[in-house]
């Protein structure tokens, strides 16, 4: 098997699986501005391909939505993939170290709070649904 085909399928998977659960995907850094500084809250969903972003990251990023306050937006990065949207997104999370997957809420382009790699790896997808639930409840309108 040709690895370089098999990483193809694995990143398009990751790709579809996050855009299939409504968020919408970021490749260049004029898309990433464009996008980060819309006036309201925006979670953005730092993508990869590691297993806690396919078996935790992305499931949770799936079911945090469906809840009774949300994000205005919800965007997505790819990490290893398309690396100038990635740093260019990351320019937006001050205070905060690169981490993926992780996610960034933000608010009028302004970050609010991270729930990063450690507070994902090694979690169960309902935890960080719960963390990711517990944000939208402090900085989130009802939808």
Do not use: W
């Not at 297993?51 to 994000?71: S, T």
């Not at 205070?95 to 933000?106: D, Q, V």
Request: hydrophobic fraction near 35%; charged fraction near 30%; charge should be negative.
């Amino acid at each position: 098997m040709d690895f370089n085909l098999f990483m193809n399928d694995v990143v398009n998977a990751a790709r579809e699986d996050i855009i299939e659960a409504g968020y919408q995907e970021l490749k260049t850094p004029e898309e990433v501005d464009a996008s980060l500084t819309k006036e309201g809250t925006t979670l953005v969903m730092i993508n990869s391909t590691c297993g806690c972003a396919g078996g935790v990251a992305r499931p949770a990023a799936r079911n945090a939505i469906h809840y009774d306050k949300r994000p205005d937006h919800l965007v997505t990065v790819f990490a290893g993939q398309d690396p100038e949207a990635t740093e260019k997104a990351r320019e937006y999370f001050e205070g905060y170290p690169p981490s993926s997957p992780s996610f960034a809420l933000l608010k009028d382009g302004k970050i609010l709070k991270m729930v990063e790699r450690h507070d994902i790896e090694g979690h169960s997808p309902m935890e960080v649904t719960n963390k990711l639930q517990q944000l939208f409840d402090e900085y989130c309108e009802e939808v």
